[in-house]
Structure formats: structure tokens, C-alpha cells
Antibody
Framework: QVQLVESGGGVVQPGRSLRLSCAASGFTFSSYGFHWVRQAPGKGLEWVAVIWSDGSRKYYADSVKGRFTISRDDSKNALYLQMNSLRAQDTAVYYC????????????????WGQGTLVTVSS | QSALTQPASVSGSPGQSITISCTGTSSDVGGYKYVSWHQQHPGKAPKLMLYDVSNRPSGVPNRFSGSKSGNTASLTISGLQAEDEADYFCSSYTSSSTWVFGGGTKLTVL
């Protein structure tokens, strides 16, 4: 079955960088687009970024544009989020999620979610 | 990229039905069929409950249904059960090729 496992979270000082990873298994990785979604402590979900299945298109939330970069490595079945110039407001649990479902030919929604990794930005 | 508007909380007794609304604009909810709903229990990852307004993924009970009228989408849960108590978030694709979530609704089963 679909499994997504995020890693790379931790405590980082403001202004520093961090790279999150999402290891995927149980499905054909290259057939799917992926999202990153975050959730600040006690708050709601906030969409962060998306990457198309072929990697040709990437889109970002205004709150992270220019600081975060989403990427993928199909040879490793891995999704990444490079986070630079981190701010206290970036503190959150970061989830990766598949976009849509190839089996139903549906798209443009978060289908399967990982368990998340916590990023804390603090001095 | 303003968040979609959801009621902060709703409640219902076991066996009853409840509806959670999700209001956006013509640039998101009103403009596309790509509205989804996600359930989140405390300390857990979100789980997809509906996509394309009203489609249920495999394994989601048919007690969960969705609809949309204009800029407002709705999630209805009929025959409420104790395990339905959770936070529910709507989400929509937008005209900027981005996505937006609602602020979330806490469902309490009395």
C-alpha cells in the first residue's frame, strides 16, 4: 500500500536552512505529483508547494515563495523540500502528500498523506 | 490566497446528520470541481474523505457525502458515530495553480 515517510525535521535557528525528505513506497512514484502541506502547532492546514509528476511545474504559496524549493528524485522515489531563510512562522509539522490517484484518473487534491515531520524555528 | 471559510465548530448526537460548509470565491471553490475534504484526529495525519466535491475514495463510508453550490461546498455526515469526532478541513484548487485549505471545523459528537 501507499507509504510516505517524511524526515529531516528538527530545531533550527532563524535564517538557517533545512531540507525535508519524503520517502515513498507501494506505488509508481514517477506517475504522481506531490504536495507539501504544513500545520503550525494548534492551527489548521496550510498548503505549501506542489510539483508535477514529470517535475516540469512547481508552484508555491506566497508565504514561502523565493525561500522554499520543492524537488523530486524519481530514481530514489523521494520528494524534497529545501527550506532557506527560515522564520519562526515556519514552525510546523510538514506533511507530504500524493496528488490525485492514477487508478481513478483524478487529480488536484491531496490523496495519501505521510505522518509528518516537525520543524521548529527558534533561537 | 485567503483561507476558505469554515465554521469553527459543529456538533451532533449519534445517529444524527451534520453539515459543514466551506466558502470560497469564484477563483477557487466556485470555479473548479477540485474540492476535497480531509479528516484529522488529534495527533494524527489528515485523511482524505472526499475529492472532486462528492467522490469517496475506497474505504470511506457512504455516510460521508459532499455537494457544492456557487462558491460554497458542503460536507454532510449522516448517521453520526463517535469515531467521526475529529477536525475537518476543506481544500480547493485555485486559479493561480495553487491550493487553499479552510480553517478547519471541529466536530463534536455529543
Amino acid at each position: 500500500q501507499v507509504q510516505l515517510v517524511e524526515s529531516g525535521g528538527g530545531v533550527v535557528q532563524p535564517g538557517r536552512s533545512l531540507r525535508l525528505s519524503c520517502a515513498a513506497s507501494g506505488f509508481t512514484f514517477s506517475s504522481y505529483g506531490f504536495h507539501w502541506v504544513r500545520q503550525a502547532p494548534g492551527k489548521g492546514l496550510e498548503w505549501v508547494a506542489v510539483i508535477w509528476s514529470d517535475g516540469s511545474r512547481k508552484y508555491y504559496a506566497d508565504s514561502v515563495k523565493g525561500r522554499f524549493t520543492i524537488s523530486r528524485d524519481d530514481s530514489k522515489n523521494a520528494l524534497y523540500l529545501q527550506m532557506n531563510s527560515l522564520r519562526a512562522q515556519d514552525t510546523a509539522v510538514y506533511y507530504c502528500a500524493t496528488d490525485g490517484d492514477v487508478l481513478t484518473a483524478s487529480k488536484f487534491y491531496c490523496h495519501s498523506w505521510g505522518q509528518g515531520t516537525l520543524v521548529t524555528v527558534s533561537s | 490566497q485567503s483561507a476558505l471559510t469554515q465554521p469553527a465548530s459543529v456538533s451532533g448526537s449519534p445517529g444524527q446528520s451534520i453539515t459543514i460548509s466551506c466558502t470560497g470565491t469564484s477563483s477557487d471553490v466556485g470555479g473548479y470541481k477540485y474540492v476535497s475534504w480531509h479528516q484529522q484526529h488529534p495527533g494524527k495525519a489528515p485523511k482524505l474523505m472526499l475529492y472532486d466535491v462528492s467522490n469517496r475514495p475506497s474505504g470511506v463510508p457512504n455516510r460521508f457525502s459532499g455537494s457544492k453550490s456557487g462558491n460554497t461546498a458542503s460536507l454532510t455526515i449522516s448517521g453520526l458515530q463517535a469515531e467521526d469526532e475529529a477536525d475537518y478541513f476543506c481544500s480547493s484548487y485555485t486559479s493561480s495553480s495553487t491550493w487553499v485549505f479552510g480553517g478547519g471545523t471541529k466536530l463534536t459528537v455529543l
